[in-house]
């Protein structure tokens, strides 16, 4: 990560904070951050943004999967802003699987995740849009959601034993 992208870290008080909604997308203010935001993700390794994490506490997403070292499994797909989403559980079975954060670095985590969800949102037009999300998909926007709540993925965490380092986590990777 270069320096010049600087990403809040578990314990700075905006990543406990709920962010505000949006009123006006085409505001400078919304279309600045939400460029930042695009180039802040483009030069992390991260699949996912939400707008605390580069210390603006407003409810923007972005859910950018792409197959990487951090998430070597991931699928690939544009990047889709999301303002001020909200979403519906349509499966409600949960799944766990691995996540890990820009705010939160060295560590991973297995996390319960709904594993299909319907999201609405506004687009950068200011218009409703609605997407449905499967697995690792849905898994990202919940993760980035939680951002807007003022949660971490370590709060959804069930038990401690399934935090392990980034290290150990690489190691498993690579055994796949
Ligand atoms: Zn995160």
Same mark, same amino acid.
């Given at each position: 990560m270069k320096q010049n992208y600087k990403i809040a870290q578990l314990g700075h008080p905006i990543l406990r904070q709920q962010a505000e909604h949006v &009123?006006?997308?085409?505001?400078p203010g919304i279309v600045d951050l939400i460029e930042y935001m695009l180039k802040t993700l483009a030069e992390t390794n991260g699949v996912g943004l939400a707008a605390p994490q580069i210390f603006e506490s407003t409810c923007i997403v972005i859910i950018a999967s792409r197959p990487s070292k951090?998430?070597?499994l991931a699928p690939k797909m544009e990047a889709v802003v999301m303002i001020n989403p909200s979403f519906e559980v349509l499966l409600k079975t949960k799944h766990k699987d691995w996540e890990g954060c820009l705010s939160i670095p060295g560590i991973r985590a297995l996390v319960p995740r709904y594993q299909k969800i319907k999201i609405s949102y506004l687009d950068q037009q200011g218009e409703n849009q609605q997407l449905i999300a499967e697995d690792f998909i849905a898994r990202i926007f919940q993760h980035e959601y939680d951002h807007l709540k003022g949660l971490v993925y370590l709060d959804r965490v &069930? #038990? #401690?034993?399934d935090i392990i380092s980034e290290e150990e986590f690489q190691k498993l990777m690579d055994a796949n």
């Open positions: &009123e006006d997308v085409c505001s951090r998430y070597p &069930e #038990n #401690n034993k």
